[in-house]
């Protein structure tokens, strides 16, 4: 009795010891003729997807129940990290992001099956501790294709990482609340990695009243000096608005200054008459 009591506390202890991986790694050794190993390390890497909390903005690893949800046609974004732990370089390391069905590819890099749902991004090379980060974008279905007898619905998105026949992977839980209302502007996507493919815009891009999309330096009325107020107006090279020729107001010729040549006049008929009585 008492040694199954203590077998079973063995391996309570393990699994509870044992650590979750989020890591491929293994190290092959063999044995040395004459005593001694030989061992070679494999390649390692981890992989951690998290997602964006919709309130505080900030990645968090999960959301359940008591936390912050998502609407309908909401935008649901993503990041995922993939770090190279071993001390050589990866080349050929292959990212595959697995949705849910009640979301739909929104934006990111990389190739997207719409058939399965999952986003491939490939990566040509991980310098030996080098650590990137990829972000991606799904958009909640509408209300009338959620589950029809869920309030609340809660789903994982998977991530997989396959470098040099190893592999890891990691998830990321969220939640949809049917009855909310979605925020009228969604998150934009961030810059991604150099190297991968365009980026997707989101659906954030601020816009003047009309509708028209805001160009940094743009968009911005200017009055020149003769009282005519433009929008979007040619700028220089260092961003500064250039102003059209603006006409002056000139004075005519027989203005002010020909009043002192009129009196002129009778002191020259004088000196006329008196020239010709000398004579």
């Given at each position: 009795?008492?040694?199954?009591?203590?077998?079973?506390?063995?391996l309570?202890?393990?699994?509870?010891?044992?650590?979750?991986?989020?890591?491929a790694?293994?190290t092959?050794?063999?044995?040395?003729?004459?005593?001694g190993?030989?061992?070679?390390?494999?390649?390692q890497?981890?992989i951690?997807?998290t997602?964006?909390?919709?309130?505080?903005?900030?990645?968090?690893?999960?959301?359940?129940v008591g936390?912050?949800k998502?609407a309908?046609?909401?935008?649901?974004?993503?990041?995922?990290t993939?770090?190279?732990?071993?001390?050589?370089?990866?080349?050929?390391?292959?990212?595959?992001?697995?949705?849910?069905?009640?979301?739909?590819?929104?934006?990111?890099v990389?190739?997207?099956?719409a058939?399965?749902?999952?986003?491939?991004?490939?990566?040509?090379?991980?310098?030996a501790?080098?650590?990137?980060?990829?972000?991606?974008q799904a958009?909640?279905?509408?209300k009338?294709?959620?589950?029809?007898d869920?309030?609340?619905?809660c789903?994982?998105?998977?991530?997989?990482?396959t470098?040099?026949?190893?592999?890891?992977q990691?998830?990321?839980?969220?939640?949809?609340?049917?009855?909310m209302?979605?925020?009228?502007?969604?998150p934009?996507?961030?810059?991604?990695?150099?190297?991968?493919?365009?980026?997707?815009?989101?659906?954030?891009?601020?816009?003047t009243?009309?509708?028209?999309p805001?160009?940094p330096?743009?968009?911005?009325?200017v009055?020149?000096?003769?009282?005519?107020?433009?929008?979007n107006?040619?700028?220089?090279k260092?961003?500064?608005?250039?102003?059209?020729?603006?006409?002056?107001?000139?004075?005519?010729?027989?203005?002010?200054?020909s009043?002192?040549?009129?009196?002129?006049?009778?002191?020259?008929?004088?000196?006329?008459?008196?020239?010709?009585?000398?004579?």
């Amino acid at each position: 009795m008492n040694k199954a009591i203590f077998i079973t506390s063995l391996l309570v202890i393990a699994s509870v010891a044992a650590p979750v991986a989020k890591a491929a790694e293994s190290t092959q050794c063999q044995p040395i003729y004459g005593g001694g190993d030989s061992c070679v390390k494999t390649p390692q890497v981890e992989i951690n997807k998290t997602v964006q909390n919709p309130q505080n903005q900030v990645y968090v690893d999960n959301l359940g129940v008591g936390d912050a949800k998502f609407a309908p046609t909401q935008i649901v974004s993503f990041k995922i990290t993939v770090k190279n732990t071993s001390e050589i370089k990866l080349t050929n390391v292959v990212i595959k992001d697995v949705l849910p069905n009640i979301v739909d590819f929104s934006g990111g890099v990389g190739d997207f099956d719409a058939k399965t749902k999952t986003l491939t991004i490939k990566v040509e090379s991980l310098a030996a501790g080098e650590v990137r980060d990829f972000y991606v974008q799904a958009k909640v279905v509408t209300k009338d294709k959620l589950p029809a007898d869920q309030g609340v619905s809660c789903v994982v998105n998977q991530a997989i990482i396959t470098a040099a026949d190893k592999t890891a992977q990691d998830n990321s839980q969220f939640c949809i609340e049917k009855s909310m209302t979605p925020p009228t502007n969604n998150p934009g996507l961030p810059e991604q990695p150099k190297g991968g493919q365009p980026v997707v815009p989101g659906n954030n891009l601020p816009t003047t009243k009309g509708g028209q999309p805001v160009v940094p330096g743009t968009n911005i009325p200017v009055t020149n000096n003769a009282g005519t107020t433009t929008t979007n107006p040619t700028t220089t090279k260092g961003g500064l608005p250039v102003y059209p020729p603006t006409k002056a107001t000139t004075t005519p010729s027989t203005g002010p200054e020909s009043i002192a040549l009129i009196g002129l006049i009778p002191s020259a008929i004088g000196g006329v008459l008196l020239r010709r009585k000398s004579k």
